[in-house]
């Protein structure tokens, strides 16, 4: 196993604010990146626990690493993972993960008992959940893009279209509720669960859609002209893409800041801390945080 060492660093870097940012700022006075843990081989999926806990994937080791709020470091939650990539807590606070070994969908205990919400769609196995949302009602939408994974036994798509589907509150049906995309990966839903945002990382645009009361999608509209690995979204309305470190932009498809990371790629970015009030990002060997004036919506 390789060593996880905690490193408290900081990185001057330079923003890019419209005039509106800058009157309303969206980054604490002062605040630098800081560099908070760093030799993994690749960080994916953050997503914080209802304490404020982080919790990341080294997806290529095939681990969950833990961010304590309360001890302010890094350990291993979780090893092996099934590959865990994305993660989200559910309502009720367990953890739930896109395990790409099996190509499915986990939920994860704090006793840490894990349960497969999904195995396959329609007799065919996933190509392989890549990133997920839990709507209020407490049903997930999810991208299943495919990358073809040295780990896997098979080489071919069962499935051709590379969806986004959506697993019922219930967890008994799976309801495709996108397919014109050609490799989705990044999404994220507003608080009231009436907007969601999905990244068509392939075709290099994230797109916003309305989600009606039945859970399918409509009004389909191009919000950037930028695609995203994983993103989140604060109390502002902004959302928050990744590729190039952190792109932001306003609930009007506008850009209002750029947060430059000191990596080939950002992966992904989520709120954390108790207050929700620190950007935690995932970028290739290392976990980054800074200090926010807006929140998660968590």
């Given at each position: 196993m390789?060593?996880?060492?905690?490193?408290?660093?900081?990185?001057?870097?330079?923003?890019?604010?419209?005039?509106?940012?800058?009157?309303?700022?969206?980054?604490?006075?002062?605040?630098?990146?800081?560099?908070?843990a760093t030799d993994y081989f690749f960080t994916e999926g953050p997503a914080v626990a209802p304490n404020g806990d982080v919790y990341f994937t080294d997806q290529p080791n095939d681990r969950i690493i833990k961010w304590s709020d309360k001890e302010k470091a890094v350990s291993v939650y979780m090893e092996p993972s099934g590959r865990s990539n994305g993660l989200y807590f559910d309502h009720q606070g367990n953890l739930l993960a896109c395990a790409d070994d099996k190509n499915q969908l986990w939920k994860i205990d704090s006793q840490k008992n894990i349960t497969v919400l999904i195995d396959d769609f329609e007799g065919k196995k996933l190509n392989g959940p890549n990133d997920l949302w839990v709507d209020p009602k407490?049903?997930?939408?999810?991208?299943?893009?495919?990358?073809?994974?040295p780990y896997w036994t098979r080489t071919e798509q069962e499935i051709e279209q590379q969806r986004v589907y959506y697993l019922t509150p219930d967890h008994k049906d799976i309801i495709i509720v996108g397919e014109d995309f050609v490799k989705p990966n990044g999404i994220i839903g507003n608080k009231k669960g009436t907007l969601l945002y999905i990244a068509d990382i392939g075709d290099k645009k994230t797109y916003s859609y309305t989600i009606n009361p039945d859970a399918s999608l409509s009004n389909k509209t191009l919000f950037a002209n930028m695609g995203s690995d994983g993103m989140t979204m604060d109390n502002r309305g902004n959302v928050y893409l990744t590729g190039n470190g952190v792109t932001v932009f306003n609930s009007k498809g506008e850009q209002i800041s750029h947060i430059?990371?000191?990596?080939?790629?950002?992966?992904?970015?989520?709120?954390?801390?108790?207050?929700?009030?620190?950007?935690?990002?995932?970028?290739?060997?290392?976990?980054?945080?800074?200090k926010m004036n807006v929140k998660g919506i968590r």
């Open positions: 390789k060593k996880v060492l905690n490193v408290f660093l900081t990185i001057p870097i330079l923003f890019s604010l419209s005039c509106k940012s800058l009157r309303t700022p969206l980054i604490a006075e002062d605040a630098k990146v800081r560099l908070v407490g049903g997930i939408y999810f991208t299943d893009p495919f990358y073809k994974r430059p990371i000191d990596q080939k790629w950002t992966a992904n970015v989520t709120f954390g801390g108790k207050d929700q009030k620190t950007l935690f990002i995932t970028a290739m060997t290392s976990l980054y945080t800074l």
